[in-house]
């Protein structure tokens, strides 16, 4: 077990600044994470971040444990841009497609699926997500922590601060959710799922251009 000295608390702090920066991101699991806020209540969004928490791990496990050079080639991130943009995209397009049910009620936490497929699901759509694992590929790198004890540190500090970001939005969402009626909340969710749409668009244009093009993809990690 490591002691918290001073160089172990700068490496927390280290990955809480991460954390401070990224917690502005707006992917595909932010706009959905707001979506389960405001239909279901906080705990199934609390139970969505959580999936989310999980998600980042794994990945950030497997880079650490030697995988970088997979998640770097070429042609694995150019199938993988193709792949999740297409679910992305149908995703989306399912949500622009569903009706609105006439009579019922602002569901607020509903017990229509169980905690654990709302962990699944925040695992899934942030794992689907390509610059998920380049951003981690890109913060490890520039981080570059030289053993376990470090690489745990950092890592407690980047996501404990990304996890009570998201735990918060999610308890916003709740107390929105309240506020808005139903067809309120049923334009919301053609908004999403336009915005889904167009995530999954872009992902499939950003395997298209790396394909054909020969680009390289690559996404900008914070310089802190």
């Known amino acids: 077990m490591c002691q918290l000295n001073d160089e172990n608390l700068n490496l927390v702090l280290t990955g809480a600044l991460y954390g401070l920066v990224l917690m502005f991101s707006a992917g595909p699991s932010f706009f959905y994470l707001i979506k389960v806020g405001i239909e279901k209540g906080f705990r199934k969004a609390v139970s969505f971040a959580f999936g989310i928490f999980l998600s ?6 497997l880079i650490y444990l030697g995988l970088q050079p997979l998640f770097e080639n070429d042609m694995f991130k150019q ?3 193709l792949v999740s943009g297409l679910l992305i995209f149908l995703f989306g397009l399912s949500m622009l497609m569903k009706k609105r049910t006439e009579g019922s009620n602002i569901a607020i936490e509903l017990s229509d699926k ?21 951003l981690w590929v890109g913060i490890l790198g520039s981080v570059s922590p030289e053993n376990k004890s470090d690489f745990t540190l950092f890592i407690s500090g980047l996501l404990g601060i990304i996890f009570l970001s998201d735990s918060a939005k999610a308890y916003l969402a709740k107390v929105i959710g309240k506020m808005l009626t139903e067809k309120a909340i ?8 336009i915005a889904f749409s167009i995530i999954g668009i872009y992902f499939m244009y950003v395997f ?17």
Do not use: C, W
Request: proline share 5%.
């Open 186 to 193: 049923f334009r919301l969710n053609k908004i999403l799922g």
């Open 208 to 224: 298209y251009q790396s394909f054909f093009d020969g680009h390289q993809i690559q996404i900008e990690v914070p310089n802190i």
């Open 114 to 134: 169980p905690f654990y497929m709302y962990i699944a699901k925040g695992f899934g759509i942030n794992a689907l997500n390509p610059f998920t694992i380049a």
């Open 79 to 81: 199938i993988f841009s």
């Open 56 to 61: 980042d791990i794994l990945l950030l496990a």
